[in-house]
Nanobody
Framework: QVQLVESGGGLVQAGDSLRLSCAAS????????MGWFRRAPGKERVFVAR????????TYADSVQGRFTISRDNAKNTVYLQMNNLEPEDTAVYYC?????????????WGQGTQVTVSP
């Protein structure tokens, strides 16, 4: 089992920055893929970004490419999502997730989510 706890959400204005954190516990993440997803009000949860823990390789949704950066800290077993130049459309609950392999379709573990609200 992997436990994930997100933090860092809040209320900001358009153009501001936020950094979300996801602390993982329960096992090492060497073979895991860590992802960030978000669910906007009235919409389905969608992919934001992911990082392959062992290589640091990253992938982003088109909507956040160039504004968001996902990273991981091996020593702290923590993954981050640096969000710059935030837009009202980024308002959502952000979820951290982990899956055991790049080739798995579904993520195996999820955090409880953290709210990000961007005002115009």
């Amino acid at each position: 089992q992997v436990q994930l706890v997100e933090s860092g959400g809040g209320l900001v204005q358009a153009g501001d920055s936020l950094r979300l954190s996801c602390a993982a516990s329960g096992r090492t993440l060497d073979n895991y893929v860590m992802g960030w997803f978000r669910r906007a009000p009235g919409k389905e949860r969608v992919f934001v970004a992911r990082v392959i823990w062992s290589t640091g390789t990253t992938t982003y949704a088109d909507s956040v490419q160039g504004r968001f950066t996902i990273s991981r800290d091996n020593a702290k077993n923590t993954v981050y999502l640096q969000m710059n130049n935030l837009e009202p459309e980024d308002t959502a609950v952000y979820y951290c997730a982990a899956k055991r392999s790049l080739y798995r379709t579904q993520y195996d573990f999820w955090g409880q989510g953290t709210q990000v609200t961007v005002s115009p």
